[in-house]
């Protein structure tokens, strides 16, 4: 159900940001599964970085290669699929507590929300080195598949 939830949420947002039609699938496709890697990990390790970081991963890794796959800049893949792991709700919080004059609790929320956006972007920066790495190897791969079917025809 979470991953269908993500699909929906993932693809929603690409279709109100206007991305290209093609892109819609592995957009939702990579929202999808970083939102059940957040969920798995999150259900090992109830803390807030290691979720967020491990679903930062997945999305850069899986935009990467579905950018290379369909010929789109990686951003259009990455925008809707992060979607549903932007702390919106926790900042929301935060600036709800700052106006109530709730200090300790503002504090707390914006503390978290700052904490997510970092493991998100650290996690970001590890899959782009990981997929710079696998790069090659996947740049081979399309080659040669593209070799084996234009000697077929």
Request: proline share 5%.
């Amino acid at each position: 159900m979470e991953f269908i939830v993500s699909l929906a949420s993932t693809v929603g947002f690409g279709l109100i940001t206007n991305i290209p039609r093609r892109s819609l699938l592995p957009a939702g496709i990579t929202g999808s599964v970083a939102w059940v890697a957040y969920y798995v990990v999150l259900q090992i390790n109830h803390t807030l970085i290691l979720p967020n970081f491990c679903a930062a991963i997945v999305i850069g890794i899986l935009g990467n290669i579905s950018a290379v796959l369909f010929k789109v800049p990686v951003n259009i893949i990455y925008v809707p699929s992060l979607v549903s792991l932007v702390p919106g709700g926790i900042l929301y919080l935060g600036m709800r507590s700052f106006t109530l004059g709730q200090e300790s609790q503002t504090t707390v929320y914006l503390f978290n929300t700052l904490t997510i956006a970092i493991a998100l972007a650290v996690g970001f920066v590890v899959a782009e080195v990981i997929f710079y790495r696998i790069k090659p190897i996947l740049f081979k791969l399309l080659s040669r598949e593209k070799d084996q079917n234009s000697s077929s025809n």
